[in-house]
């Protein structure tokens, strides 16, 4: 039986850019599909579901925002890489909190990109855990299922939100430092920033905390990084 290949989509409108993404990953061996613009990217989706979207943010039309937010509604399990101009911070920031995984400025080495699409995939099979279940107050994280409860009511969780909570209940009370979770999470070999981590905790605190901006489950420690709050 032949290896299925994965899957990724390229959303890129500048045509020289986008063939050479696509060749570098088709060499690399994966299954690439590619699209000029957003419109034709969500109309691809109907019929090809990639494992990960490799996504600039600055399309005609239908923005890359746009296409990432409609693509986390529907696509909890694909990865979203974005691809940003120097400068944009804001529109980095802004894609991070609609669901975005990773990001990229312009232009990068086409063997990073590749390792963050190699990097995106390992945090898709998760954390390796004898524990099945994790208990805190009213939470429940099924380990085997890939699922959490709050209160009997599933949560949607991205594979990054769902390795993020498993860290934090598998270490209650413990002071984790930035650059602990992104190694634990993200990889040892990840090249962003701390950024990265605090867009993603705060997506997960809207999901989980009946007032995100009071945590009762994730704290932040000052200057250093987070901590899971087991008892009330």
Same mark, same amino acid.
């Given at each position: 039986?032949?290896?299925?290949?994965? +899957?990724? %989509?390229?959303?890129?409108?500048?045509?020289?850019?986008?063939?050479?993404?696509? %060749?570098?990953?088709?060499?690399?061996?994966?299954?690439?599909?590619?699209?000029?613009?957003?419109?034709?990217?969500?109309?691809? %989706?109907?019929?090809?579901?990639?494992? $990960? $979207?490799?996504? #600039?943010?600055?399309? *005609?039309?239908?923005?890359?925002?746009? &296409?990432?937010? @409609?693509?986390?509604?529907?696509?909890?399990?694909?990865?979203?890489?974005?691809?940003?101009? @120097?400068?944009?911070?804001? #529109? +980095?920031? /802004?894609? /991070?909190?609609?669901?975005?995984?990773?990001?990229? $400025?312009?232009?990068?080495?086409? /063997?990073?990109?590749?390792?963050? &699409? +190699?990097?995106?995939?390992?945090?898709?099979?998760?954390? @390796?855990?004898? @524990?099945?279940?994790?208990?805190?107050? #009213?939470?429940? /994280?099924?380990?085997?299922?890939n699922k959490l409860f709050k209160s009997d009511q599933e949560i949607d969780l991205t594979p990054i939100e769902f390795a993020l909570i498993q860290v934090f209940m598998k270490n209650p009370g413990r002071a984790l430092k930035r650059e602990e979770m992104l190694n634990t999470v993200w990889g040892d070999d990840y090249f962003g920033d701390t950024k990265t981590l605090d867009v993603h905790i705060r997506r997960l605190r809207e999901k989980i905390e009946d007032n995100?901006?009071? *945590?009762?489950?994730?704290?932040?420690?000052?200057?250093?990084?987070?901590?899971?709050?087991?008892?009330?």
């Amino acid at each position: 039986m032949k290896d299925v290949k994965v +899957k990724v %989509l390229v959303v890129e409108d500048e045509e020289p850019i986008r063939r050479f993404i696509t %060749l570098n990953l088709s060499a690399a061996g994966y299954l690439v599909g590619d699209a000029a613009s957003g419109e034709e990217a969500l109309e691809m %989706l109907k019929s090809f579901v990639p494992e $990960v $979207v490799v996504l #600039d943010l600055m399309l *005609p039309g239908i923005s890359g925002l746009e &296409v990432c937010q @409609k693509i986390r509604k529907t696509m909890q399990e694909t990865f979203v890489i974005m691809l940003t101009a @120097k400068g944009q911070d804001t #529109d +980095k920031i /802004l894609g /991070l909190e609609l669901g975005a995984d990773d990001y990229m $400025v312009k232009p990068f080495n086409p /063997l990073e990109l590749i390792a963050r &699409v +190699k990097a995106v995939l390992r945090r898709g099979n998760g954390i @390796k855990d004898p @524990k099945e279940v994790y208990c805190c107050r #009213d939470l429940s /994280l099924n380990v085997t299922a890939n699922k959490l409860f709050k209160s009997d009511q599933e949560i949607d969780l991205t594979p990054i939100e769902f390795a993020l909570i498993q860290v934090f209940m598998k270490n209650p009370g413990r002071a984790l430092k930035r650059e602990e979770m992104l190694n634990t999470v993200w990889g040892d070999d990840y090249f962003g920033d701390t950024k990265t981590l605090d867009v993603h905790i705060r997506r997960l605190r809207e999901k989980i905390e009946d007032n995100p901006s009071q *945590p009762e489950y994730i704290k932040t420690v000052w200057g250093s990084g987070y901590r899971w709050q087991q008892e009330p």
